[in-house]
């Protein structure tokens, strides 16, 4: 079952919440399957796709680092952590779980796309689903692709 966890610092750097989130994709929720940052009213909340739900422990732990967080798996399973926060986490899981804004981080078939690919490769070797603009013939893609979530759809924008 699909997990989404949410985790809100108020970053105002986006930056910042980039770096972050990655850090903690490497250290903690490494099982995230992806990775994506949010604006929520002007600050940068994170995301995280999960196949689980993330452990008593993990919860714990981003509670005590300062996050608000949200766990939601069809269902809200838990808002936690300061309010004002814990909202600002709930905005991004639902933007996440609803495909309907994030920048993704890190995603499915990322870690293959390292030089130039041609636009149909992409679309079938990873979880990008549209390249913009559309006419496009191959990307050069160092690795750090991020695509956004636009109507439902993990897109690419080259421009």
Not at 37 to 60: I, K
Not at 74 to 94: D, N, S
Not at 135 to 158: E, H
């Amino acid at each position: 079952m699909t997990t989404w966890l949410g985790l809100n610092a108020g970053h105002d750097d986006p930056a910042t919440a980039d770096k972050v989130a990655v850090s903690l994709y490497e250290t903690l929720l490494f099982h995230a399957q992806l990775v994506c940052v949010h604006d929520v009213e002007g600050r940068h909340a994170m995301s995280f796709r999960l196949v689980d739900e993330p452990s008593e422990n993990t919860v714990s732990t981003l509670i005590e680092r300062g996050y608000g967080v949200a766990v939601h798996n069809g269902t809200l399973q838990r808002l936690a952590g300061p309010e004002e926060l814990a909202r600002g986490a709930l905005r991004a899981v639902i933007a996440h779980r609803d495909r309907r804004e994030g920048r993704a981080l890190r995603f499915p078939g990322q870690r293959t796309l390292r030089g130039r690919y041609g636009v149909s490769d992409i679309l079938a070797f990873s979880a990008i689903e549209e390249v913009l603009p559309h006419g496009t013939k191959s990307v050069d893609a160092r690795g750090d692709l991020q695509p956004t979530f636009v109507n439902g759809r993990l897109v690419l924008n080259c421009d």
